[in-house]
Nanobody, 116 residues
Framework: QVQFVESGGGLVQQGGSLRLSCVAS????????MGWYRQSPGKPRELVAA???????NYPSPTKGRFTISRDNEKNPLSLQKNDLKPEHTGVYSC??????????WGQGTEVAVSE
């Protein structure tokens, strides 16, 4: 039983910035890598960034640019940050284990809506 709670989304102007946070709870002792996923309107959920414990990984999209993922020090929330947002970055952002699939347990996510 692992729960993920995402926060930080909302309505953002084009050109604004995104900084999301994820907190995991429950049976998390075996998690060694996590990722951020986005489900955009009309598109399946996709991985946008992932981090292995103690490291950073970025998965840039040719059209959307690079996202930055990090694990903060004190509380160990998982963060996702990107500047210069565009409408195509709109979607519901969720965090989960790196190996998550459609059968995994997903939280509600946090919605980011980028206005033109």
């Amino acid at each position: 039983q692992v729960q993920f709670v995402e926060s930080g989304g909302g309505l953002v102007q084009q050109g604004g910035s995104l900084r999301l946070s994820c907190v995991a709870s429950g049976n998390i002792s075996s998690i060694y890598a996590m990722g951020w996923y986005r489900q955009s309107p009309g598109k399946p959920r996709e991985l946008v960034a992932a981090i292995r414990l103690g490291g950073v990984a970025n998965y840039p999209s040719p059209t959307k640019g690079r996202f930055t993922i990090s694990r903060d020090n004190e509380k160990n929330p998982l963060s996702l940050q990107k500047n210069d947002l565009k409408p195509e970055h709109t979607g519901v952002y969720s965090c989960n284990v790196f190996w998550a699939d459609s059968d995994s347990d997903w939280g509600q996510g946090t919605e980011v809506a980028v206005s033109e």
